[in-house]
């Protein structure tokens, strides 16, 4: 543990809730099922919010679930201690999540049928929403600036390292049967055409009052009502500052904080790094 991270694999991770042991057994070892269902970000995607659309798809809409467990009880994370140790204990279909990178992931995944969701967001939004994130949580270093995160992002010197690189990595898996691609933008322009896709590619058929349910439920209006989903229940001592993991659930947003200059850095770096890839994969293009 080094400069505020956990470092594995030369990728820095979070102090809190995260060992070395746990992220190499989780690595090499962990046994990805057929009939399980998996979701992958980058941290600050909009993770949160499609757990709670899987989790009312998989309840068709009944919201007794998401009311009474937490958000990481209910599709824990692969790669944290609590996370790895209750899906070791878990039977069944399972429903998980993690941000690990491509070249991380238990093999397993790649020989298995599992259904595979990826989830992406406009780096820019997802930036902003790292940085105040890192600032308002104790989990790992904390920026000082805007200006300071700002760096760290395009370095990749922040949790899970990349974004680009965790991107290229998962694009190379987008054409399989049992992974569906979606961005966050797309499920905030239209999040019944969304929550259809996902129903579809996951085999679940909803009636319209179902369909009705999930969406109502798994807005931002709700959800930040939702105790079981806002990370109101974790320790304060966790936490700088009164915090709600929904901060504000919108596209766009780093207008109101990047620079020009910022905007435009990025902007070439993104053109570096994304090149070779078709545009309309990206929908913030």
């Known amino acids: 543990m080094t400069d505020g991270y956990l470092w594995f694999e030369g990728l820095p991770f979070p102090v809190v809730g995260f060992s070395y042991e746990v992220l190499k057994e989780a690595c090499a070892q962990f046994?990805?099922?057929?009939?399980?269902?998996?979701?992958?970000?980058?941290?600050?995607?909009?993770?949160?919010?499609?757990?709670?659309?899987?989790?009312?798809?998989?309840?068709?809409?009944?919201?007794?679930?998401?009311?009474?467990?937490?958000t990481w009880e209910r599709s824990p994370w692969i790669e944290t201690d609590v996370g790895y140790k209750l899906l070791n204990e878990r039977e069944g279909p399972r429903l998980m999540s993690s941000h690990l990178p491509f070249h991380l992931f238990p093999k397993s995944l790649f020989t298995s049928k599992a259904k595979v969701i990826y989830i992406m967001r406009n780096p820019k939004d997802v930036l902003v929403s790292g940085y105040y994130h890192g600032s308002m949580m104790k989990l790992c270093k904390q920026p000082e600036s805007l200006e300071q995160y700002f760096?760290?992002?395009?370095?990749?010197?922040?949790?899970?390292?990349?974004?680009?690189?965790?991107?290229?990595?998962?694009?190379?898996?987008?054409?399989?049967?049992?992974?569906?691609?979606?961005?966050?933008?797309?499920?905030?322009?239209?999040?019944?055409s969304a929550i259809e896709r996902i129903c579809q590619f996951l085999g679940k058929k909803l009636s319209p009052e179902e369909l009705d349910s999930v969406l109502k439920n798994s807005s931002f209006q709700v959800m930040k009502q939702n105790k079981m989903s806002n990370f109101e229940t974790l320790p304060e001592a966790l936490f700088t500052k009164p915090f709600l993991i929904t901060r504000k659930g919108i596209s766009g947003d780093w207008k109101n904080h990047l620079t020009?200059?910022?905007?435009e850095a990025l902007d070439k770096v993104y053109q570096e790094k994304m090149a070779g890839f078709p545009k309309e994969l990206f929908p913030w293009e």
């Not at 390292?161 to 966050?184: A, P, T």
């Not at 020009?260 to 905007?263: E, I, L, N, W």
Request: contains cysteine; glycine residues 6%.
């Open 151 to 192: 760096q760290w992002f395009i370095q990749g010197n922040v949790p899970y390292g990349s974004w680009f690189e965790h991107i290229r990595g998962w694009m190379s898996m987008r054409d399989r049967e049992n992974v569906l691609l979606l961005s966050y933008e797309e499920l905030q322009k239209d999040p019944r």
């Open 260 to 263: 020009v200059a910022q905007a």
């Open 31 to 70: 046994v990805i099922k057929d009939e399980d269902t998996v979701l992958v970000t980058y941290p600050k995607s909009g993770t949160n919010w499609m757990i709670e659309i899987l989790c009312l798809i998989h309840s068709h809409g009944d919201t007794k679930w998401i009311r009474s467990v937490p």
